[in-house]
């Protein structure tokens, strides 16, 4: 009886350490390092599969969103669950949704640029903060919307996803 007990005591206390010692599966380390990746999910017509006509706010991500030395894609998953997780858990740069995609906790590492009003819901373009180049992309997107709404970019894009 002593050694069951003393046998199941080792294992507990086998059991704590190793599971004390388990590496993080999630880290703070950005998973890209040789492209910019604009994370989104499919809202028809403004984001959509197809990569020939992806969509209003996919082509305005790749307008806006401006790398010096490494390119830019936008990646369409079926569901903003995916998105999310891409996003946050994976430290990705930026994303496009609504602020309900998002737990209050995750909107504090996330800086919102407002993209499109449809009906109640504005679509922003979030940069995380926790990756390194989402704060530096942040402020050069905002100047490049700004341009291409002055110069009619904006609005020729949505005439052609019929939004206008």
């Known amino acids: 009886m002593k050694r069951l007990i003393w046998g199941t005591m080792l294992c507990v206390l086998l059991g704590v350490h190793y599971a004390v010692a388990a590496p ?4 703070a380390k950005p998973i890209e390092s040789n492209k910019i990746t604009v994370y989104a999910y499919k809202v028809e017509p403004l984001i959509r599969l197809d990569e020939a006509k992806p969509g209003f706010l996919a082509e305005v991500a790749k307008l806006i969103v ?3 030395n490494l390119p830019v894609e936008v990646e369409v998953s079926p569901a903003p669950i ?3 997780y891409r996003l946050i858990q994976a430290v990705g740069v930026c994303g496009i ?3 309900s995609d998002f737990s209050p906790d995750d909107l504090k590492n996330l800086a919102g ?3 499109f009003q449809a009906g109640e819901k504005t679509y922003k373009l979030y940069f995380n903060s926790l990756n390194p180049q989402g704060p530096i992309l ?3 997107a905002a100047g490049l919307l700004d341009g291409i709404k002055r110069d009619g970019t ?3 894009l949505m005439q052609k996803y019929g939004l206008k």
Do not use: C, N
């Open 82 to 84: 995916l998105m999310k």
């Open 24 to 27: 993080e599966r999630v880290t």
């Open 138 to 140: 942040q402020s050069s």
């Open 66 to 68: 401006k790398h010096p």
């Open 97 to 99: 949704g609504v602020d």
């Open 113 to 115: 640029l407002p993209l």
């Open 154 to 156: 904006f609005e020729v």
